[in-house]
């Protein structure tokens, strides 16, 4: 077994950005993340009815407004958005609208969205 005080730090870790090697891979595992956890917040009802269809509901719009509100941050702190920020937003989105996707309402989610954008 190997420890992380064996290893040590990553080189360039908090000096230079550390991009992934393929954004597309990143954008396509994101993808692929999104469509399984409307399964997760969704499937938590238990049943095809309307308490699924507003989690689902929910969890789309909170996923979708903390990626454009990621965008818009990164746009206004670096001068230009990326896809990987849009997509880090948006696994943002997803996780923290988990514990309410099935409680909260439109307006709920939005802020739920906005305030994971900003604070992730």
């Not at 049943?47 to 990621?70: D, K, P």
């Not at 670096?78 to 309402?105: F, H, N, Q, R, W």
Request: hydrophobic content about 50%.
């Amino acid at each position: 077994c190997v420890s992380p005080d064996q290893v040590g730090r990553r080189k360039g870790f908090g000096e230079e950005e550390l991009a992934p090697h393929n954004v597309l891979l990143s954008f396509m595992g994101a993808s692929l993340l999104w469509v399984g956890w409307f399964g997760f917040n969704a499937g938590s009802a238990a049943a095809a009815n309307g308490h699924a269809a507003w989690a689902m509901l929910t969890t789309q719009l909170s996923a979708s407004v903390s990626g454009l509100t990621w965008m818009v941050v990164e746009w206004r702190l670096k001068k230009k958005p990326s896809v990987l920020g849009i997509v880090s937003g948006a696994v943002m989105g997803l996780a923290i609208i988990t514990p309410g996707a099935g409680y909260v309402d439109q307006t709920g989610a939005f802020f739920t969205g906005l305030t994971g954008g900003v604070l992730g």
